[in-house]
């Protein structure tokens, strides 16, 4: 006791029991000081009639009649750091939970405090309580009748060990963060010590060694051991000065890169990446050794810049249709298979073209123009290809590059606009629904269309928030008409391929169409065939889930892919879209025999089917006898911006539904 001050001492008390007479004489033992001796009529039964001498101590007692109450006053206790030091319980408790029960839940919330069970029962469950609690030392039995010295004893010495243990863990905790401060304070001394001493002795023993390797690792690469960045600048600097002097002093860049060697890398792993520069690197080599070998060596020369780039410094060259030729040898080089451990792999390199010239004055010029070109031959040809420099790529690559820019603040700009272009029933000539079209107001351009800007959104995954925004302008639109009086309504939308790949497309597709206030089916959601036929693995799963919640799939432009009618029958689609390119050819001798294949396809798929693009009555007429369902063109309306489509859709145009009427509805097909 005379470790701890008295002051310190927590003498907090809980009796969980629904017998309010024994927590009113637990109450009584610990709280109020020794009388006269005599006892009630319960204190008799319960404590034998055997009075007992109380110590002057000051206890704080707390008491709740059922398990769940006491376990809510414990941690409201541990909160503000007044803590139960002890807990008398009753193992009965009815309704609520058993005394069992209680404890866990207690020392769930405090494993410090000590519990003590008072019971009128023999149970046979306490000592496996005992065995499967954590703290068996802070559990105490008792039977009832009890004497009133027992309690008091029991509440003096396991306060007082509860406050020991309280002491004991805040020394030990002191004495470890003392060691710890120091123990780490050590260590970083020692440290400091090795690797001052570490650091000399490489300092006396390597320094030749290091100065013959530091002019080798400061121009080469160490994987490939080619020129790195450095030396290629160097010499490139050199040939720029040459041709300033020499207007025959021909050279030129060819900058490359290994196609899609991140999925290499992510499938084989970084050792079989390594490999595969280091294996092309050896193959460049080998390609402008064979290509002239009266040349002299520094003529040709292949360079690492990272990565999986490489750049060709091609000198001394008799003109510059020979930077060409070495780009076909090297293309046929890179084609050979390599082999990696059991793996047989094909590789092929997209490749840049840039012919020196006398305008060039830095290094940095003409990579960055080879880089251009490089990017070219991607977008062209998509892989294995090369390009050869042209002055428009600048011009092109810089437009890109604002476009990029511009686009990323167009949406929180206001600058992004959806237009809308009627749906006519071909069978009654209602307007049954509306495309939502896409348009940007640039601040500078004007009104730009799709095809300035979606190619930019879509390679940069700008698409995402930008397909986002569109669906939730486009609900909340289609909302405002449906109070409008147009409630049957609904609106198609386009969904690039790269939102297929969004994780949570579905959800927020969901989220779309509830904050708006409208149901899933009101909603046609148009994809374009590589989106499905392609990437099926990567959206074809959210495909389903979409139309599970009641979103509809139409394919958009159909017949311009490379469509697998075996696959289309697998996939979650609920309409066919012909493309205007077959609508426009109504007339040429293929023309109708194209549009009736694909309307024949959607028929027998249980599938709608729009024809877009209708712009005469002559084509109207064709589509007419097809028994089309939907139609869509500029014979119709244009698309319109969302005040004039609110007009066109409270008082459509009464000649396109005579327009129906000219093919009577028995001379159609049945769909």
Known sequence: MNSIELEELNRNILVVDDDDGIVASI??????????????????????GKPANRPSL??????????????????????????????????????????????????????????????????????????????????IIIHKPFESIEIMQLAMGLTEKWNLARQARRTEDDLQRIVSEQTTDLQQTNANLREANNRLEFEVVERKKAEKQAWHSAFHDGLTGLPNRTLLEERLT????????????????????????????????????????????????ATLRELDTTARPTDRTASRLGGDEFVILLEGLADQSHAERVAQRIQEAVAEPYRFEEHTIRVSVSQGVAPGDASYDTPGEILRDADLTLYDAKDVDGKGAYSMFQQDMRTRAATRTETISELCHAIERNELQLHYQPLVSLHDGRIIG??????????????LMPADFLEVAEKTKLIRPIGTWVLGAACRQLRAWHDAANPDLWVAVNVS?????????????????????????????????????????????RLLALREHGFRLHLDDFGTGYSSIRRLDELPIDGLKIDRSFTTRIGH???????????????????????????????????????????????FSPPMEPSEAERFLSAPPQWIARLMQRHPQEQRRSA
């Open 238 to 285: 050199q040939c720029i000065a040459r041709k300033k002097r020499n207007a025959a002093a021909h050279y030129a860049v060819v900058f490359l890169d290994v196609d899609n060697f991140k999925t290499i890398n992510d499938t084989l792993g970084h050792k079989a990446g390594d490999a595969i520069l280091s294996e092309t690197a050896t193959r460049l080599q």
């Open 589 to 635: 001798p293929k023309g109708m025999a194209n549009i009736n294949a694909i309307h024949g396809l959607a028929r027998n798929l249980d599938m709608k089917v729009t024809a877009e693009g209708i712009e005469t009555v002559e084509q109207l007429e064709h589509i007419q006898t097809l028994d089309c369902d939907f139609g869509q063109g500029y014979l």
């Open 434 to 447: 509306v495309e939502a079209l896409l348009r940007w107001h640039h601040p500078q351009r004007g009104l």
């Open 497 to 541: 391929p790269q939102q297929l790949l969004v994780e949570d497309l579905v959800e927020q597709f969901r989220q779309a169409v509830d904050d708006a206030g409208v149901v899933p089916r009101q909603v046609i959601l148009e994809i374009t065939e590589s989106s499905v036929i392609e990437r099926q693995e990567g959206g074809l799963g």
């Open 27 to 48: 109450r009584k033992i610990l709280e109020e000081p020794a009388d006269d001796g005599h006892l009630t009529a319960r204190e008799s039964v319960l404590f034998e």
């Open 58 to 139: 000051s206890f704080t007692v707390d008491a709740a009649s059922q398990g769940e109450d006491a376990a809510r006053m414990v941690r409201q206790r541990l909160d503000t750091g007044r803590p139960y030091s002890l807990i008398f319980l009753d193992m009965h408790m009815p309704p609520g939970w058993d005394g069992t029960r209680t404890i866990e839940n207690i020392w769930k919330i405090d494993p410090h405090v000590e519990i003590v069970i008072c019971s009128a029962h023999n149970d046979s469950d306490w000592h496996d309580l005992r065995q499967r609690t954590d703290n068996p030392a802070q559990l």
